[in-house]
T-cell receptor
Framework: SQQGEEDPQALSIQEGENATMNCSYKTSINNLQWYRQNSGRGLVHLILIRSNEREKHSGRLRVTLDTSKKSSSLLITASRAADTASYFCATGTNNAGNMLTFGGGTRLMVKP | ETGVTQTPRHLVMGMTNKKSLKCEQHLGHNAMYWYKQSAKKPLELMFVYNFKEQTENNSVPSRFSPECPNSSHLFLHLHTLQPEDSALYLC???????????FGPGTRLTVL
């Protein structure tokens, strides 16, 4: 099965609410990255967190990493309709030549 | 804009056609990638080039043939494709393997 798996697969919230997406993985990682994809478009890098980091912020985004549980979460605060997109986590490992392995993504819908 | 361009954006081809997808990055990156994104499946890594050398071929059928003439350009030559090859093909680049990846907008391929 894939290295990174997002949960939930789909999430629908109202504008202004917070959105939390989770990612679980199986093997040791070098770093974990979150990407966003608008429908049918390329992915956009959001944030990278290294295996020795526990939390990182970027604007309204907050990412946590728990290597003991092999999990990460992405929190989007005060969501906006424009945040509607699919969000993917990707794990980078030394063993695979630093290749990224992407999860199946969480489809987020923010209703105005 | 991410600095990674892909052409064409849409392509419809028959199973006996030969076509090529083109990717160009203007970011001075050393690594370039081809991914396949099918509906309801995780992003699949197809090929990786690092300093123009192919470093990864993820068990991709020979009807897909990559070419990397220089570190700024990447092609995917298509020949005798099957309808199940219909997907969004994404190109990405990164400074080094395992780092933040910058994606192009993708080519939506339909095989009839």
């Amino acid at each position: 099965s894939q290295q990174g798996e997002e949960d939930p697969q789909a999430l629908s919230i109202q504008e202004g609410e917070n959105a939390t997406m989770n990612c679980s993985y199986k093997t040791s990682i070098n770093n974990l990255q979150w990407y966003r994809q608008n429908s049918g478009r390329g992915l956009v890098h959001l944030i990278l967190i290294r295996s020795n980091e526990r939390e990182k912020h970027s604007g309204r985004l907050r990412v946590t990493l728990d290597t003991s549980k092999k999990s990460s979460s992405l929190l989007i605060t005060a969501s906006r309709a424009a945040d509607t997109a699919s969000y993917f986590c990707a794990t980078g490992t030394n063993n695979a030549g630093n290749m990224l392995t992407f999860g199946g993504g969480t489809r987020l819908m923010v209703k105005p | 804009e991410t600095g990674v361009t892909q052409t064409p954006r849409h392509l419809v081809m028959g199973m006996t056609n030969k076509k090529s997808l083109k990717c160009e990055q203007h970011l001075g990156h050393n690594a370039m990638y081809w991914y396949k994104q099918s509906a309801k499946k995780p992003l699949e890594l197809m090929f990786v080039y690092n300093f123009k050398e192919q470093t990864e071929n993820n068990s991709v059928p020979s009807r897909f043939s990559p070419e990397c003439p220089n570190s700024s350009h990447l092609f995917l030559h298509l020949h005798t494709l099957q309808p199940e090859d219909s997907a969004l093909y994404l190109c990405a680049s990164s400074q080094d393997q395992g780092g933040e990846q910058f994606f192009g907008p993708g080519t939506r391929l339909t095989v009839l």
